[in-house]
C-alpha cells in the first residue's frame, strides 16, 4: 500500500494496514537539544527518517504574500529587545535571547500592521496581483506532469504566510484592530474578504484544473485556550460565505477533504465549519481542551481528525506517554478517520529518550503489534 492509499484509506473510513505515520515537527530549539543528548546529525525533522517512523506528505503552493514585499528592517534594538519591520508590513517586538534559525521559543509583540482603514487598503491590493508569474510553482505544466502519477497524500496549500481568511485578516490589520473592525469597520472587512476570496480562486484556478489533490488546507489559527478570538455571529456574517466559495470550487474538483489547523479551542465553531464543508481538523490541541475521543463521539464519521497527543505527556516520560497514548489511540484508529501525531511542535522540554519512547509506542499501538 503506498503511502497515498494508506492516507486515503483513512481519511475515508476504509480498510488501511494502519494510518499514516505524521507529526507535526519540531522547534529548531528542540532539535539542537536532541543532539547534543545523541540524535545523529545527519537526521531531519520532520522528513522521512526510519529512525523515526515518520512518512512524508506533498504540498502543492500557490504564493499568497505580498509582491513586492516590505523592505525589512530593524527600527530600534537594545541588548535584550528589537522592533522589526516584517516582510509583510506587520511591525513587531521580539525578545533577542533565545532565537534560533530566526525562530524564537515566545511570541513576538505585534506593535502595528499595516492596514488601519479603507485607504490603507486600497494602497497594499497593488502587493496583491494575482497575475504575477512567480505566484504559481515554477515550471508548473512539467510538475503537473509529475504529480499526476505521485504516491504520497497530495495538498493544495497557500504558501508564504498561513493560509486561511482569519488569518489573513489578522496579517493586514492585527488581532486587536481586526477584533474592533468587526463592529466598527464591517464594511472594510466584507471588502477584504472579497478580494482575498477571488485572490484565492484565481490563484488556485490553473492548480485545480490540471492535477487531483486529496485535500485544500486552510491555516486559521482561529482561536485561543479559552475559545475562538471572533463569535459564531461573525463567522456567519464574514467567513461562512467565503468559505463556501472556496470549497464549492474545491469540491467541483473532485476534492473531498478540506482541512483546518488551528490552535486554540474552537469548538465553539465546528458545527458551523461542517456546515461549510470543512470536514478535517488538526492539531486538536489538548492543552485548550481539545480532546479528539470527545470530538469524535460528539460528531462521528462527519469529522476527521489528527494530532490531539498531548505533548505535556511526553515531556513528563514514559508512564505519562503510555497513559495518553493508549486512552486516545486504539479507539480512534479502529474507528477510522483518524492520524495520531503530537498536537503541535515538539516543544524543547521533551528529551530525546522521550521522543524516541512516544515513537516507539505509537507505531506499536497503531499497527496492534504483538506486546501493544
Known sequence: MTHRERFRQTMSY?????????EYGAWPQTIQRWRQEGMAADLTWPVH???????????????????PPFEEAILEQDERYEVIRRPDGRITRALKEGTLDGVRICMDQYLDAPVHNAEDFAALKA???????????ADWPALAAGLQSCELPLSLVGAGAHYGLYMQLRSWMGTEQLSYAFYDQPRLIHEMLDFFTDFTLELIEPLLRDVQFDYFHFAEDLAGRSGPLFSPAHFDEFFAPRYRRIIERCRAAGIELIHMDSDGNFEALLPRLLEVGVNWIDPCEAAAGMDPVKLRREYGRDLRLSGGLDKRAVAKGPAAIEEELRRKIPPLVEQGGYIPYLDHLFPHDIPYNHLLYYLDIKAKLMEAREGA
Open 49 to 67: 527518517q526510519p529512525h523515526y517512523l515518520i512518512e512524508p506528505r506533498e504540498a502543492v503552493s500557490f504564493r499568497i504574500d505580498m509582491i
Open 127 to 137: 502587493r496583491y496581483r494575482s497575475d504575477a508569474p512567480e505566484r504559481l510553482p
Open 14 to 22: 476504509g480498510s488501511p494496514d494502519r494510518p499514516p505515520r505524521w
